[in-house]
């Protein structure tokens, strides 16, 4: 049988899910940082759907259309030579068909994965969402890497005293409608994801930021995957908020030190994908 790009790069980004030594994820929102972080090292790219709809005009919350988030998605994944993994959202859909269709189209775009969240949608709308993902990948014969994102924690649904019952609870649906991980943003506690990790029978996934244990303590409570969602693009546009409050107060420019070589950043986006900047430059 004839292995294809995809399937090599798809075979490669499930081998990364191990608690042994958790995927690390420094989440990109274009081209230039999803460069930058191949060449920093990292074996896969995730894309934030805050850092794109930020970038191009638009707030987070299913605000950006398909046709928008798949620009930024074709290029992310023309531009680099790892695995990437996009954040669709719930889907860019009014229903579970659209979501599907979307699911085709991420494919053809080249990703290799996808983040697909819940909200404050019932339970059994985001199982019907990964069901049609993954009748759309079987349909294009490709693998895809489904990983459902349970936001009890991170939106505070529910009486608190059920809510690992309930992230539970959804998480089993989600595994059985097709889900291949399960995401939990908003909790770094290490017993609570100790019992996550010991419950879900597929690759958790934790997001985690300044104060929260590090990746390797992550790993020893189970956790596989470790993201930053939209942190980085944060940081980013802290950098020119500083920037600009201090140029335009007392005049000065601090913020500015230790930003990376012009010289570097530039040869990253005129050499090929995978390149090296210093190997770029020669």
């Not at 680099?80 to 889907?91: C, F, N, Y």
């Not at 709308?125 to 991170?154: H, K, P, Q, S």
């Not at 244990?213 to 930053?228: D, F, I, K, Y």
């Not at 913020?255 to 020669?282: E, H, I, M, V």
């Amino acid at each position: 049988m004839t292995t294809t790009p995809h399937d090599e790069l798809a075979r490669r980004f499930r081998a990364l899910h191990t608690a042994a030594r958790p995927l690390a994820l420094a989440n990109a929102w274009d081209v230039a940082s999803a460069r930058v972080v191949e060449a920093a090292g990292a074996p896969a790219i995730a894309t934030t759907s805050a850092g794109i709809a930020w970038s191009l005009g638009r707030p987070d919350g299913d605000a950006l259309s398909r046709e928008d988030a798949l620009g930024t998605i074709r290029r992310v994944t023309a531009a680099v030579t790892v695995p990437v993994t996009v954040d669709i959202e719930s889907g860019y859909g009014a229903d579970a068909a659209e979501a599907g269709e979307t699911v085709r189209q991420v494919l053809t775009a080249g990703a290799v994965g996808i983040n697909i969240e819940d909200g404050t949608r019932p339970p059994a709308e985001l199982a019907a969402r990964i069901r049609a993902a993954r009748a759309a990948a079987d349909a294009e014969g490709l693998d895809l890497f489904v990983n459902a994102r349970v936001d009890t924690y991170l939106f505070g649904l529910g009486p608190e005293a059920d809510r690992l019952a309930d992230t539970l609870d959804r998480a089993r649906q989600y595994v059985d409608a097709g889900a291949d991980g399960v995401f939990v943003p908003g909790v770094v506690d290490l017993d609570v994801l100790t019992t996550l990790a010991s419950k879900i029978p597929v690759p958790l996934n934790a997001m985690a930021g300044a104060g929260a244990p590090t990746v390797a303590e992550l790993g020893r409570a189970g956790v596989a995957r470790v993201s930053l969602g939209s942190g980085v693009a944060q940081a980013a546009y802290t950098a020119a908020h500083r920037a600009t409050l201090e140029l335009l107060g007392t005049g000065g420019y601090g913020p500015l030190a230790g930003a990376l070589d012009f010289g570097d950043l530039n040869a990253l986006l005129t050499a090929g994908p995978g390149a090296d900047a210093r190997d770029a430059q020669g």
